[in-house]
Nanobody
Framework: QVQVAEFGGGLVQAGGSLRLSCSVT????????MAWYRQAPGKQQTMVAV?????????ADSVKGRFTISRTDTTYKNTTYLHMWNLKPEDTAVYYC?????????WGQGTQVTVSS
C-alpha cells in the first residue's frame, strides 16, 4: 500500500526559508512524477512544482527562482524535497505532496506553511 507523508512546515518570517520533505513508501515501481501543491485559505488548490521521473521540472510562475524541487530514491522510499527561499506572506498555505503512480494519484495529509510579514 502506498503511503505519502509530508514534513517540515512551520512559521517563518518573510524573506526566510524552509525545506519541506515528502516520503513515499510502498509499491512505487510505476512512479511517474512527484509534485507539490498548495491551498491558501479560501482559495483553490494550485500546483507549485512538479518533478517527473526523468528529471524534468515545472514550477508555478509565482515561485520560479525561489523554490526548487528535488528528489532522492532509496530501495524502500522515494523522498521529494521542496526548498523554499525568500518566502512571502502570499506563500502561506497548506502544502500537499502528490505522487503519481500508474493511473493513481496519491496525496499526503498536508503541512502548514505560514509566512509572517
Amino acid at each position: 500500500q502506498v503511503q505519502v507523508a509530508e514534513f517540515g512546515g512551520g512559521l517563518v518570517q518573510a524573506g526566510g526559508s524552509l525545506r519541506l520533505s515528502c516520503s513515499v513508501t510502498g509499491n512505487t515501481e510505476t512512479l511517474t512524477s512527484m509534485a507539490w501543491y498548495r491551498q491558501a485559505p479560501g482559495k483553490q488548490q494550485t500546483m507549485v512544482a512538479v518533478l517527473a521521473r526523468g528529471g524534468a521540472t515545472r514550477y508555478a510562475d509565482s515561485v520560479k527562482g525561489r523554490f526548487t524541487i528535488s528528489r532522492t530514491d532509496t530501495t524502500y522510499k522515494n523522498t521529494t524535497y521542496l526548498h523554499m527561499w525568500n518566502l512571502k506572506p502570499e506563500d502561506t498555505a497548506v502544502y500537499y505532496c502528490n505522487a503519481a503512480i500508474g493511473p493513481t494519484q496519491y496525496w499526503g495529509q498536508g503541512t502548514q506553511v505560514t509566512v509572517s510579514s
